[in-house]
C-alpha cells in the first residue's frame, strides 16, 4: 500500500495524468502497478509489442513493459524495407544486457519504414518505447488483425497477472 500511495504521489508531482499528455503521438497514457506506462490509443500483442493504427499505416514497437523486463537494450535487428511481416512470426530482434528477444509482428502487411535511428542509438527504445524508439511502419495486408489484440485496459491486466505469475 505504501508503495502505491508513493506512486500515485510521484505521479502527481510530476504532473502525470491520464487525460493530458503533451506528446502529438500518443493522447494519454496511465501507470499500471508495475509502473510500465500503457498508452490510450494503441493495441497490445501479448507478445508485448504495440501497434497505432493511422489510415493506411500501422507502427509497431515494443511496449514499456517489455522493454522494462529486458533491461538496457545494446542491438536492435529489424527488417528492410518493402520486406513483408506476418502476425505472430519473428521480425527482428532486440538484444539487451540480460538475453536477446525475437521481436513478433502483430500483424501482417509490407514493411514502408524502418526507424533506422535505432541501429546507432537502440537505447531509443528504452528511454521513448512509444515515440522514439518505434520499430518499423507496415502497410497492413489484412486491417482486420488488429481487433485481435487487446486496448489499454486489457493489457495492463494481461500485465499485471503475468507479473503476478512470476
Not at 502497478?33 to 500503457?38: E, I, N
Request: hydrophobic content about 35%; overall charge negative; some cysteine.
Amino acid at each position: 500500500m505504501a508503495l502505491r500511495m508513493w506512486a500515485s504521489s510521484t505521479a502527481n508531482a510530476l504532473k502525470l495524468s491520464s487525460s493530458a499528455s503533451k506528446s502529438h503521438l500518443l493522447p494519454a497514457f496511465s501507470i499500471s502497478r508495475c509502473f510500465s506506462s500503457v498508452l490510450e490509443g494503441l493495441k497490445y500483442a501479448n507478445s508485448h509489442e504495440w501497434v497505432k493504427h493511422e489510415g493506411s499505416v500501422a507502427t509497431i514497437g515494443i511496449s514499456d513493459h517489455a522493454q522494462d523486463h529486458l533491461g538496457e537494450v545494446v542491438f536492435v535487428e529489424l527488417p528492410e524495407e518493402k520486406s513483408s511481416v506476418s502476425k505472430e512470426k519473428n521480425f527482428g530482434a532486440v538484444e539487451s544486457v540480460k538475453a536477446t528477444s525475437e521481436i513478433i509482428s502483430p500483424i501482417s502487411g509490407e514493411v514502408i519504414e524502418v526507424n533506422t535511428k535505432l541501429a546507432d542509438s537502440p537505447g531509443l527504445i528504452n528511454s521513448s518505447p512509444y515515440e522514439e524508439g518505434w520499430m518499423i511502419k507496415v502497410k497492413p495486408s489484412n486491417p482486420a488483425e488488429l481487433e485481435s489484440l487487446m486496448g489499454p485496459k486489457e493489457y495492463t491486466k494481461f500485465c499485471e497477472e503475468e507479473d503476478a505469475a512470476h
